[in-house]
């Protein structure tokens, strides 16, 4: 397994429907996802929002290189959950799928260490999709939102609106941050946690990795 | 120490426009150093347990003990936010926390048209009512924070050094220029709540907006000698930490929802005016003083 220029292969890689064929909407597994940016061969349930379910397909619209991206309209791209689905492995090993909102203190303070965590992690596998759902209000979050938090905390890594607020499945939108670890290979939820727990959360991660590493 | 690993937030708004207008001639460069901001000596306790607080209630009045209406609550901790409410026309407001959260404060105010407060939730139950807190109203018009100026507000005084920049968050409410000037107002001892000063004993407590604006490098800072001490009076300046976060030094300058000493001074010749000699600020929160 390689993970070398993890920024690049993200880029090439998950582009939306562009390393998987599109289905029709009514053939996605979970009918009530959005469509437009759904993985072909995405994991069949049981769907749900504990560990060792199948996390659902959502599709969001974002910028998969904030760093390399106009932060424009124009610019936004699909960006989906299974554009990491990756089943051996070869690009991705754990997605983390991460919330965040204008209003929450403790995203903002999370978003200055992702970064950070991501450079790290990313060469051995880890992606990171971060989702902002409401503005400093309360309400949702807008393409303006999304261009100043981008900005702000010079993101790496997809980031993407979640105006709907789509993952409410997995944790309250009264709540923030939600960080999500899903396994890339099969999609299926390896841990919730509600809130920043740093410690705990990049535990995890570097244990999985390590432990796939040492089973190469 | 987490501000030099991580590299400070790029969108940065400095004092000055910074050449921003692309007609108007550069000066010539001046060899100046650039302004450094201090690292702050990073805190983070992990060793709180979660709290389980369900709904919490509090009434927000301003100083004159009319409503607050309109001003923003929130139930923050280290870990977990609560998205915010806003207090009705009597000032009342509600609050449901829906996950527990790991040493959670209360916060009361959007440091823009009110101050902002925050006080340590000491228990763990369903059903907290704060009663009424009080919080100034923050003056409308605010002095914009310049290189080498004094920026007065409500009395409080900050000067920047003349290479000095201030850095900031861009979100509302401190996305335009009069968002990120200083504003400032006395919270007086008679309307401290419950818990706002955490066993530091303050005397004197001062809510400055706009939050969380760090000063590179700190600032001088001045106070109104509210109490009356006499001139030479020694006094210990205070901040009350607002960053919240669980990484290692997330907390820069006190520990969340704490008050830390930040540096000693006195009352100035006149008996007008508490004076930091002994330290500069760092960040635009809270302060507190108290008696040598």
Known sequence: MSHGAPALLALLLGACGTNRPEIPPELLKDPSAPTGCATADYPAGPYGDSADTVAIDRCFQGWRAPGKTAHTAAALQDISLGNFYDPDGSHYEILLLNTAAVWCAVCKTEHQTLPEHYA????????????????????????SDLKTWVEAYDVPFPMVLDPDYQLQDYASAETAPLNLVIDARSMRIMAKFIGNQ?????????????????SE | MLRTALGLLPLTFAAVACGSDPATPEPPAQQTEPAKCEAGPGYVELDYPKRALGNVTVTVRTLD???????????CGIDVCTRPAYTDERGDVSVSVQEPTTKPALKYGDAF??????????????????GTVYTPRLPVTGAPILPGARAESGGVVLTLADNGRVELDPFPPYDTEDGRALRAAELPRARFPSGLDHGANLELVFALAPLGARLCPSAALELPNSAGWEPGTSV????QGLDAGTDAGAQLFAPYGEWQPIGTGAVDATGERLVLTGGALPVISNVGVRRL
């Open chain 1, 198 to 214: 740093s410690r705990d959360l990049w535990q995890l991660i570097d244990d999985e990795l390590t432990r796939r590493e040492a």
């Open chain 2, 236 to 239: 210990e300046f205070l901040l």
């Open chain 2, 113 to 130: 048209t009110y101050g902002e407060l925050a006080i340590l939730f000491d228990g763990d139950e369903d059903g907290t009512d704060f």
């Open chain 2, 65 to 75: 003990a009319a409503p607050a209406a309109d001003a923003l609550v929130e139930v």
């Open chain 1, 120 to 143: 790290e992690y990313s060469p051995r596998g880890l992606a990171i999709v971060s989702a902002l759902f409401q503005n400093s209000a309360g309400k949702p979050a807008e393409l």
